[in-house]
């Protein structure tokens, strides 16, 4: 089972988009899927079930001891399941304070699950509790960029923040690869990824995915982007994206 953990500690940088269109690209390449959502605001929740009325989420897991098995629901996607977030999950950092084994709850909700290949953990944007238990729990992460701003300056956090994690917990926490996002081919787009690709080498995938509004529109009508509007630039590009990670993944 590979855990990749999508993790950038800005917000709207496609975390959740990301992880959403690689679970429904996974799924439809046959792989059994189960998207983790970690983060309160509960995105990919919402526009996986179309509601956030669960009666069981991811808090009563990682606060009450819930078994993963019974908080995970089935999307309309055969193969992508979801662990649903809520609201309440905005207190954990406070309500695990205290908690023994607190960075280690996910790692251990998800021992208890064998039958996916593939478990994404969207991830909040910040390097709380959640976040580190989604690191620790996680075999690689993947981290998505957007070429907005000058993306590299939240990134250093980030690396010290995995690297402290690395030392401190003895975890290996590869980077299985970044995807660049909100390409719009501006100058600044093209110097940003310019500049992540200098950094981060060949670990950043070839598909760089662009800012297209039917990606959106998706996820804002509860759709998986493939179907809704298949011959759009955003779902030829996660649709190379997917590809990439399986080829990376199983090296075919
Ligand atoms: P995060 O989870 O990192 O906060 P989101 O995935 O929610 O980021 O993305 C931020 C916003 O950008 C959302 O409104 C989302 O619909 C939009 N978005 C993401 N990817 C694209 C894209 N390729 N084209 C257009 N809009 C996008
Ligand atoms: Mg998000």
């Not at 605001?41 to 897991?61: C, K, P």
């Not at 649709?239 to 075919?252: I, N, P």
């Amino acid at each position: 089972m590979r855990v990749f953990a999508l993790c950038n500690n800005k917000g709207g940088v496609t975390k959740t988009t990301t992880t959403v269109n690689l679970g429904y690209g996974l799924a439809r390449a046959g792989r059994r899927v189960l998207i983790v959502d970690t983060d309160a605001q509960s995105n990919s929740t919402y526009s996986l079930l179309g509601n956030l009325d669960q009666e069981h989420t991811l808090f009563d897991v990682l606060i009450h001891g819930m078994k993963m098995a019974d908080v995970i629901l089935p999307t309309k996607q055969p193969g992508l399941f979801v662990a649903p977030s809520s609201i309440n999950l905005s207190a954990a950092d406070l309500l695990m304070a205290s908690a023994p084994g607190r960075e280690r709850k996910l790692t251990r909700a998800l021992s208890q699950i064998k039958d996916f290949d593939y478990v994404l953990i969207d991830t909040p944007p910040n390097l709380g509790v959640l976040t580190v238990n989604a690191f620790i729990a996680c075999t690689d992460v993947i981290i998505p960029i957007a070429l907005t701003t000058y993306a590299l300056i939240g990134i250093s956090i980030l690396e010290t923040t995995m690297e402290e994690l690395r030392e401190n917990l003895d975890v290996s926490l590869p980077i299985f690869g970044v995807v660049a996002n909100l390409d719009d081919h501006t100058r600044l787009s093209n110097d940003v990824l310019s500049a992540v690709r200098h950094h981060f080498g060949n670990l950043v995938f070839d598909t760089v995915v662009p800012r297209n509004i039917k990606v959106e529109e998706a996820h804002n009508q509860i759709a998986c982007l493939f179907d809704y509007a298949p011959n759009s630039t955003g779902a030829q590009a996660y649709l190379k994206l997917v590809k990439e990670v399986l080829d990376r993944a199983e090296g075919s």
